[in-house]
Each structure stands twice: as C-alpha cells, then as structure tokens.
C-alpha cells in the first residue's frame, strides 16, 4: 500500500466530512500529532487503526485505501 496516497485519502475525507484534525483524533483515541503523521504520510498506520479510521469518517475500508 502506498502510504502517501493513504495519507491525502484520509486527510481528503477528514475534510469533506467536516472534522477538523483534533476531532477525528478525539473519535480515534489518538493524539493530535498521530493523525498529523498518518495525514502527511510519514507513519505507518496498523491496519486495525485503518479500519478505525474508516468508520470514524463513514467510509469503507476499500474507500480508503483505494488507490484512485
């Protein structure tokens, strides 16, 4: 999987459901600077933490990882 492009998918998401960083990471359990890294591609994200993502934002797993 390509990190950079999960990376602008989640940040992507995030914005076009309207949360900011600090309330998805609130949704997550996860810091402010966690979701900064997962959002600029420089940490690797656990695939349970994927699938966490996905359901915060309403989205499919698939939806989220999609490549294009």
Same mark, same amino acid.
């Given at each position: 999987?390509?990190y950079?492009?999960?990376?602008q998918?989640i @940040?992507?998401? !995030? =914005?076009?459901?309207?949360?900011?960083?600090?309330?998805? *990471? #609130?949704? %997550? /359990? +996860? $810091?402010?600077?966690?979701?900064?890294?997962?959002? @600029?591609?420089? !940490? =690797?994200?656990?695939?349970?933490?994927?699938?966490?993502? *996905? #359901?915060? %934002? /309403? +989205? $499919?797993?698939?939806?989220?990882?999609?490549?294009?």
């Amino acid at each position: 999987m390509e990190y950079d492009q999960l990376a602008q998918r989640i @940040r992507a998401f !995030r =914005k076009l459901k309207g949360f900011t960083q600090q309330q998805l *990471a #609130e949704r %997550l /359990g +996860v $810091s402010v600077a966690v979701l900064g890294s997962l959002e @600029r591609g420089t !940490r =690797k994200p656990e695939t349970k933490l994927i699938e966490r993502i *996905a #359901e915060s %934002l /309403g +989205v $499919s797993y698939e939806e989220l990882t999609a490549g294009g």
